[in-house]
């Protein structure tokens, strides 16, 4: 077998139409475009790059933004003064902080001075609360969007095993709450892998669907999988490449090429899980705008 390609650039592309046109009838019935006000710390070139396509999109689907740039110096004290002014201001429906943060600074308590009515990234502790008590909530953008994936190729997630490889807050933890619960989208039996993991093939192998968020190159190869396997890479990573312009290629978790021989679908990075992340940051930047998850 080899896998059908999971487009998440062209599912993506329609999700901004989509965001695009209701942000038009927003402002159509006469109420300012949705804002996100964005802070990036400091000048990792990761960041950089994310911060740029998330402005790029906005522009896009008629979103106003800004970034606001702060200095790897930033003290604790300035930059949750920082938060709290665009917390206070009325004209900022959401709030981004890019991560990772310098190394002196607590991103737990960074975000938990987000107002959580304004977390678009989903990342605050009420959010994620509400996400596993099966409350409405920002749901947080990486693990919405594999699900929109899921859902724009009709892939089951229901009774299925799934197998989570990576315990981040930002996907893994959030993903397997998505996919565990009997409440939420996914309802599959969830297994959670992690560094502490023993024998990781002993749990991909039995898998239905892989999420893999690792942030290691070439972790999960064919040998780990089962046929027929549904594997989603969230993981991107710059390995060198002196064949490229820029010196580096972006590569997934999945040893791509053995991973697809097995697979039924698979996730290319880039071009997979990446862009979904930043549509639905638009889509949930437009909720925060009309208040739909916390009226009032
Ligand atoms: N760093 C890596 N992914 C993300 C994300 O989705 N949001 C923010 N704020 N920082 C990140």
């Known amino acids: 077998m080899s896998a059908k390609i999971i487009d998440g650039s062209k599912v993506a592309s329609e999700l901004r139409d989509e965001v695009r046109q209701d942000v038009k009838d927003w402002v159509d019935e006469g109420h300012r475009p949705p804002f996100l006000q964005a802070i990036l710390i400091g000048n990792n070139p990761a960041s950089n790059t994310y911060i740029g396509a998330k402005t790029k999109a906005c ?25 709290r002014q665009c917390n206070q201001n009325d004209d900022v429906d ?5 991560l990772p943060l310098p190394s002196h600074l607590s991103s737990h ?30 749901r947080s953008c990486t693990p919405a969007g594999i699900f929109e994936l899921l859902k724009y190729y009709s892939i089951p997630t229901k009774s ?7 315990a981040s807050n ?47 190159p070439n ?20 390995v060198a490449d002196e064949t490229r312009e820029k010196g580096y290629k972006l590569v997934g978790d999945c040893h791509f090429e053995s991973v697809r021989e097995k697979a039924s679908w698979i996730t290319p990075v880039p071009g997979g899980v990446g862009p979904m992340t930043v549509a ?9 705008a009309k208040k739909s998850i916390y009226p009032g």
């Open 219 to 238: 972790l999960i190869k064919g040998e780990m999988v089962k046929e027929g396997v549904v594997v989603i890479d969230v993981g991107i990573s710059r």
């Open 94 to 98: 959401g709030i981004l902080v890019q």
């Open 170 to 216: 930002i996907v893994g933890t959030p993903v397997s709450i998505m996919l565990s619960r009997e409440h939420s989208e996914g309802k599959a039996t969830t297994t959670i892998c992690h560094k502490y993991t023993k024998d990781l093939t002993q749990h991909t192998i039995a898998a239905d669907i892989i999420i893999v968020a690792a942030g290691q």
């Open 109 to 138: 308590d960074v975000i938990e001075s987000i107002d959580y009515r304004k977390d678009v990234d989903g990342f605050h502790p009420m959010n994620v609360g509400r996400l596993a008590v099966g409350q409405p909530t920002f």
């Open 280 to 288: 639905m940051l638009m889509k949930n930047t437009l909720l925060a």
């Open 160 to 166: 299925k095993h799934a197998v989570v490889v990576g």
């Open 59 to 83: 522009k896009e689907v008629g979103i106003e933004t800004d970034t606001l740039r702060l200095p790897d110096t930033v003290s604790a004290k300035e930059l949750k003064k920082t938060v």
